[in-house]
């Protein structure tokens, strides 16, 4: 069964870091870009953080550019998505998602997502 599962999510202080997990089950990472989005309480999901297949190419949401790093680990069919330097705005639940190419379609389906508070 093809399934992503996320996880690394939690209570943080604002300034605080998490990394994030996006584990891949019953496929191969290789051959897709990996996207995180959120979605916060109230808002539509947004688009976070893509990387191309091969970890060449990264692209940002502007509010969080500098602050947070996507990667990949292929031989462990793992993304990761390291944040820092947390806000309260970044409170949301984080989803990965398989995508053709970066803003492309979705191959599969969503994950359950990992919830991230930013708190004091």
């Known amino acids: 069964q093809l399934q992503l599962v996320e996880s690394g999510g939690g209570l943080v202080q604002p300034g605080g870091s998490l990394r994030l997990s996006c584990a891949a089950s019953?496929?191969?990472?290789?051959?897709?870009?990996i996207g995180w989005f959120r979605r916060a309480p109230g808002k539509e999901r947004e688009g976070v953080s893509c990387?191309?297949?091969?970890?060449?190419?990264?692209n940002y949401l502007d509010s969080v550019k500098g602050r947070f790093t996507i990667s990949r680990d292929n031989a462990k069919n793992t993304v990761y998505l390291q944040m820092i330097s947390l806000k309260p705005e970044d409170t949301a639940v984080y989803y990965c998602?398989?995508?053709?190419?970066?803003?492309?379609?979705?191959?599969?389906?969503w994950g359950q997502g990992t919830q991230v508070t930013v708190s004091s």
């Open positions: 019953g496929f191969n990472l290789d051959y897709y870009a």
């Open positions: 998602a398989a995508l053709y190419y970066c803003k492309g379609p979705l191959f599969g389906s």
């Open positions: 990387i191309s297949s091969k970890g060449g190419s990264t």
